[in-house]
């Protein structure tokens, strides 16, 4: 899982350095390259924002969509570290947060329900999470915060941004 975030880390970061915002982050947006890299795709959610614009479109798959996305009270690129949050969530747990088929709940839930965590997953993994899960988005983690955090202890980013990390899985050709 840190592993993965931390690709989707590196590209965030270098998207929102374009004045980018992805706006469609899901497992099934995601592809493992040939050296086991995450590669970020389908980008007909994305939009050029300048520094602290906003929009209004309400677009993004229903669980990953950020209460400010809900509200509709305009988004930026905080919106993509809050579906990060959720795409960590749903890494390390199976499901992301607040999961309901009700749409209506799910909607509620993102909102204002509490976060809450399997035992399984780690102190640090949990702080992380909470941390792009906040619901002020002014105040969510971003690249830096994420960067230092505990969660990714170990992690060289001048090396995970040349792609020098061993990646957790190296698909196999002609399997």
């Not at 509200?71 to 990060?84: E, P, Q």
């Not at 204002?112 to 949990?126: E, G, M, N, T, Y």
Request: proline content about 6%; hydrophobic content about 40%; some cysteine.
């Amino acid at each position: 899982s840190r592993f993965y975030a931390a690709c989707v880390v590196s590209a965030f970061e270098h998207l929102h350095r374009k004045e980018i915002v992805y706006r469609d982050l899901k497992p099934e947006n995601l592809l493992i390259d040939r050296e086991g890299y995450l590669k970020v795709v389908d980008f007909g959610f994305a939009k050029k924002l300048k520094r602290n614009e906003k929009t209004f479109t309400t677009c993004g798959t229903p669980e990953y969509l950020a209460p400010e996305i809900i509200h509709r009270k305009g988004h930026g690129k905080a919106v993509d570290w809050w579906s990060l949050g959720m795409l960590i969530y749903e890494l390390l747990t199976g499901l992301p947060p607040w999961y309901t088929k009700n749409r209506l709940h799910l909607f509620e839930d993102i909102c204002w329900a509490p976060l809450r965590f399997p035992r399984h997953v780690s102190d640090s993994a949990r702080s992380l999470i909470r941390g792009m899960l906040c619901r002020d988005p002014a105040l969510r983690f971003r690249a830096e915060q994420c960067k230092e955090h505990a969660f990714y202890n170990g992690i060289d980013w001048n090396v995970a941004m040349e792609r020098g990390l061993t990646a957790a899985i190296v698909p196999v050709p002609g399997t």
